[in-house]
């Protein structure tokens, strides 16, 4: 099972989500930004990622900078309580998958979880190479 953590109004979201789908896989889409979190959630996806809060704070088209969490004297706990009051401070997507969870900027991060690949070439909505012809991860 595949699960994302999307933001349809997100180019990065949406390049993740139709490489997930393009691969073969009927994700579980949770758009968080509706949804929000809780904080169970977010720790347990923070530290199955590897992330800390600090790490997976969203600092541009976000209100971050007007909270004042961009000073790094803020704490974990308060970056935390942010996030749950604005969703939108989380940077996405954040993909889980039997091969692990991983916040999937740039967008073909996302292909260390996936078993399978859509067929190469294969082009981000941006127009990037993103799996070449012979089905092969682009530099």
């Known amino acids: 099972m595949i699960v994302i953590h999307h933001n349809p109004e997100c180019g990065t979201s949406r390049n993740v989500l139709k490489i997930i789908q393009d691969a073969g896989y009927n994700p579980t889409v949770i758009e968080y930004v509706k949804e929000g979190w809780s904080k169970a959630q977010l720790l347990g996806l923070f530290a199955a990622a590897d992330l800390t809060p600090r790490m997976a704070l969203r600092t541009t088209k976000s ?5 004042g969490l961009l000073d790094d004297t ?3 706990d308060v970056l935390l309580d942010a996030m749950l009051k604005h969703p939108i401070l989380v940077n996405r997507p954040i993909v889980c998958s039997p091969n692990g969870v991983k916040l999937c900027r740039p967008s073909e991060q996302v292909l260390d979880l996936l078993d ?22 682009a530099l």
């Open 63 to 67: 209100p971050a900078e007007e909270l």
């Open 74 to 76: 803020v704490t974990d």
């Open 116 to 137: 399978q690949w859509p067929k190469g070439p294969y082009y981000k909505e941006d127009g990037a190479l993103v799996i070449d012809e012979h089905g092969n991860r």
